[in-house]
T-cell receptor, first 114, second 116 residues
Framework: GAVVSQHPSRVICKSGTSVKIECRSL??????MFWYRQFPKKSLMLMAT?????????EQGVEKDKFLINHASLTLSTLTVTSAHPEDSSFYIC??????????FGPGTRLTVT | QQQVKQSPQSLIVQKGGISIINCAYE??????FPWYQQFPGKGPALLIA?????SEKKEGRFTISFNKSAKQFSLHIMDSQPGDSATYFC???????????????FGQGTILTVHP
């Protein structure tokens, strides 16, 4: 149980284009979803917290117009990287929780912007 | 005050040995302390977690020791195996109710290598 999927697993896009990453909780309804960014050999950096039907809460220093988060249902959250640039290349990971501390992580999405 | 400091950065252990990774925190509002295992190119997977009302929790070969007064907690991997070679992250979060939603603060990570 408690499986979280992400799609796509890898994406390559050209500079200036937008990319959407989906995060789904497959066998449970997630009250809260989180989006993280991870650089090579570094820790996870929380980008934003989102709850179904409400606006995401972004961490300090994360541009909300750059990283658009939509939490349309209790099983789906999307992260759209708008006007992507090479510095946005990273490993993006989502997680989901059910009214508690325990977070279940997705497998991650590797974004490369050329 | 939100930081979680993890050490060592890397650790090499022989098969069958004990791997020990330590974390320290400052925020006394933290009340949930999980450990995650991450393999290259994959998302983190929850290994074991503890709350401050107990000093130790064991699940199979994995044990968390928790020292509330020192604000420290550690992961012990007994009988370490080559398949345990991965990056380990400690984390901490406050109570999940209210507006915190249980946001996790991660340690810097420890790269564990277990030699056969």
């Amino acid at each position: 149980g408690a499986v979280v999927s992400q799609h796509p697993s890898r994406v390559i896009c050209k500079s200036g284009t937008s990319v959407k990453i989906e995060c789904r909780s497959l066998d449970f309804q997630a009250t809260t979803m989180f989006w993280y960014r991870q650089f090579p050999k570094k820790s996870l950096m929380l980008m934003a917290t989102s709850n179904e039907g409400s606006k995401a809460t972004y961490e300090q220093g994360v541009e909300k117009d750059k990283f658009l988060i939509n939490h349309a249902s209790l099983t789906l959250s999307t992260l759209t990287v708008t006007s992507a640039h090479p510095e946005d290349s990273s490993f993006y990971i989502c997680s989901a929780s059910i009214r508690g501390n325990e977070q279940y992580f997705g497998p991650g999405t590797r974004l490369t912007v050329t | 005050q939100q930081q979680v400091k993890q050490s060592p950065q890397s650790l090499i252990v022989q098969k069958g040995g004990i791997s020990i990774i330590n974390c320290a925190y400052e925020n006394t509002a933290f009340d949930y302390f999980p450990w995650y295992q991450q393999f290259p190119g994959k998302g983190p997977a929850l290994l074991i977690a503890i709350r401050p009302d107990v000093s130790e929790k064991k699940e199979g070969r994995f044990t968390i020791s928790f020292n509330k007064s020192a604000k420290q907690f550690s992961l012990h991997i007994m009988d370490s195996q080559p398949g345990d070679s991965a990056t380990y992250f400690c984390a901490a979060s406050p109570y999940a109710g209210g507006t915190s939603y249980g946001k996790l603060t991660f340690g810097q990570g420890t790269i564990l290598t277990v030699h056969p």
